[in-house]
């Protein structure tokens, strides 16, 4: 498996849920070469594997906008179980109850993955943080340019202060 084409092809896969980073069984099993049954089957004998924060069962209204949404989802539609939804770690714990060289293979990929997002996920913060700070310094930029045009009109519109000028200079 190449990195990058691996790393991009797992992409794909990810999906927030939850404000989670997951991976469904269905595609965990696809990556790890096995049939989703058998996939979800190695789980359910290892249920003390899976905390809740490695894996979670999504409910009929996630299931239904992941189908609205996703076309590569509507074999769910009628499927009467609903997916469940692995997080990073809860990919690595699947993995190893597949026990395959392929699932331990492409869990390292599934990592790197993960990890990759998170990096992109930060540096994409650190942009918003300094477009803000950028506009609050325009913000208060533009209030001093508005302070200076304001003055600079209070100097042109000046009204004159004396009613009767006395004519300056030499009188005839």
């Known amino acids: 498996m190449n990195d990058v084409i691996a790393t991009q092809d797992i ?3 990810i999906l927030l849920i939850r404000q989670e980073k997951v991976i469904l069984d269905a595609d965990l099993a696809l990556l790890y070469g096995v049939p989703t049954k058998v996939f979800n089957q190695a789980v ?8 809740q924060d490695f894996m979670f069962q999504l409910t009929e209204e996630e ?4 189908v609205t949404n996703c ?12 997916p469940h939804a692995f ?26 993955a993960f990890v990759q997002m998170r990096q992109m996920l930060s ?9 803000s700070d950028l506009e609050q310094k325009v913000t208060v930029h533009d209030s001093h340019i508005k302070s200076l045009f304001n003055a600079m009109r ?4 000046a009204p004159s ?6 004519p300056m200079g030499f009188l005839k």
């Open 11 to 13: 992409f794909n896969y």
């Open 44 to 51: 359910k004998r290892n249920l003390q594997r899976f905390p």
């Open 63 to 66: 299931k239904n906008e992941l």
């Open 71 to 82: 076309d590569r989802f509507k074999n769910l539609k009628h499927s009467t179980t609903l």
């Open 87 to 112: 997080t990073e770690h809860g990919t690595v714990m699947a993995a190893s109850v597949i026990n395959s060289k392929r699932a331990v293979e492409v869990s390292i990929y599934i990592v790197r």
């Open 123 to 131: 540096q994409h913060k650190e942009v918003l943080r300094k477009l």
């Open 154 to 157: 209070q100097l042109i519109e």
């Open 161 to 166: 202060t004396s009613k009767s000028k006395k």
